[in-house]
Every structure is written in C-alpha cells, then in structure tokens.
C-alpha cells in the first residue's frame, strides 16, 4: 500500500499570505490528523478528521482550519501567515478508534 | 488533561551496546501509549503502541518497551543499538480522543561507531 503523502512538500510564503496543504491517507483509512512541528514548540495537535467532519481540535486560532473530503483526503488551510507559522506540517491517517496512526513526509513551510 | 514527558534530551551510545530512551506519562484513564522515530527531512515512523496486555511491547527493528504502571513509564529499549538507529525519538499518549496524540519533547539518539 502507499504511504500517507502530502503535497507540496515545500513552501515559502510571506506574512499576510494564506496557503493550502494537501495530505492523501493510506487507502481505506478515513481518519486524517494535522500537527505542527516546531523548534520551539515541539510537535503539537492541530485537528482530526474522520469521515468529513471534525472530532478533535487543539488549541490553536482560527487562522488554522481543515477539511475532509468524501475520499478521505484533507487540506489544512492557514489564513493571515504570521512568522511564528513557519514549521513542518505532518498529516497523519489511521482506520480510527484505538488504531495507529502513520505518518506522511510532511510539508516544510517558511513564512517571510 | 493528559502530558508525556522525556527527561533527556539527549542519549549517546556506542554500537553494539544496550539502548534506553525514557519516557513517563500523566494520564487519566487508561494510558495509551506510542514510540515514534523521525530521521532528519522525514516524518514519524511508527516503532510499536502499548494499549493493553502484556507490559512488554515488541515492535519494529528490533525496539520494544517496558509498560510501568507503578512508575507510570514506557521506556523504549533495543539490545544492541546500530549506528543506523540514530535519530529522534518521541514518545505519544493517545488518552481520551484516542487519534489526539500528545507527544513528548523527543530525545536525540546518537549511536557512535
């Protein structure tokens, strides 16, 4: 089976700039999870997806938000780029419940 | 609310000798535990997960972990590391909202040849 992969896998923005990450999960997996990778921060939840609709979210503003489509692909949108942005971005999928999650190569981001 | 902590961010080893990365977790209800690998420009690999059973999880590459519920602590250990094994680790609580991992701040391990 194929893996989780995320699309673009790199990005530069600069602040005010919006964008858009594409994550596609491993076939027959409808639960789909964002998190943010950072220096500082380390690895933090941002949302879950599971059959269209969101069942888990962090604590993060709305600047952050997602969606999942019927094929169980999922795009993570961030509005109004700020520098504190910049970071790896890694989308996870599993079958749901108690399953494991695995992870895509992920999407580094540069805000300027 | 649930936390998962390792207390070192570093761990050297020398090939070939025994490996042990730490990790201790805070959780209410029943602890569901996760051992992740990330080499560098990569993303997670998943090595193995203590749900329930037997305390002794046997995962991928040779690592399993030591499930402790008296020291709260799922230390992840491997016999005899490899050079190759050198990378960042991170230990996750899955808890309440099972797919919400909460991860550890990692801990770098450098195997030296």
């Known amino acids: 089976k194929a893996g989780v992969t995320q699309t673009p896998r790199y990005l530069i923005k600069t602040r005010g700039q919006q964008v858009t990450l594409s994550c596609s999960p491993i076939?027959?997996?409808?639960?789909v999870s964002w998190y943010q990778q950072t220096p500082g921060q380390g690895l933090q939840f941002l949302f879950e997806y599971f059959s269209e609709t969101q069942r888990n979210k962090g604590n993060f503003p709305g600047r952050f938000s997602g969606r999942q489509f019927s094929n169980s692909r999922s795009e993570m949108n961030v509005s109004t780029l700020e520098l504190g942005d910049s970071a790896l971005y890694l989308c996870?999928?599993?079958?749901?419940?108690?399953?494991?999650?695995?992870f895509g190569p992920g999407t580094r981001l540069l805000v300027l | 609310a649930q936390s998962v902590a390792q207390p070192e961010d570093q761990v050297n080893v020398a090939e070939g000798n025994p490996l042990t990365v730490k990790c201790t977790y805070s959780?209410?209800?029943?602890?569901?535990l996760f051992w992740y690998v990330q080499y560098p420009n990569r993303g997670l690999q998943f090595l193995l997960k203590y749900i329930t059973g037997d305390n002794l999880v046997k995962g991928s590459y040779g690592f399993e972990a030591e499930f402790n519920k008296s020291q709260t602590s799922f230390h992840l250990k491997k016999p005899s590391a490899l050079v190759s094994d050198s990378a960042l680790y991170f230990c996750?609580?899955?808890?309440?909202?099972?797919?919400?991992?909460?991860f550890g701040t990692g801990t770098r391990l450098l195997v030296s040849p």
């Open positions: 996750a609580s899955g808890g309440t909202g099972f797919q919400k991992l909460v």
């Open positions: 996870a999928s599993s079958l749901g419940g108690y399953e494991t999650q695995y």
């Open positions: 076939s027959g997996h409808r639960s």
């Open positions: 959780v209410s209800g029943n602890p569901y």
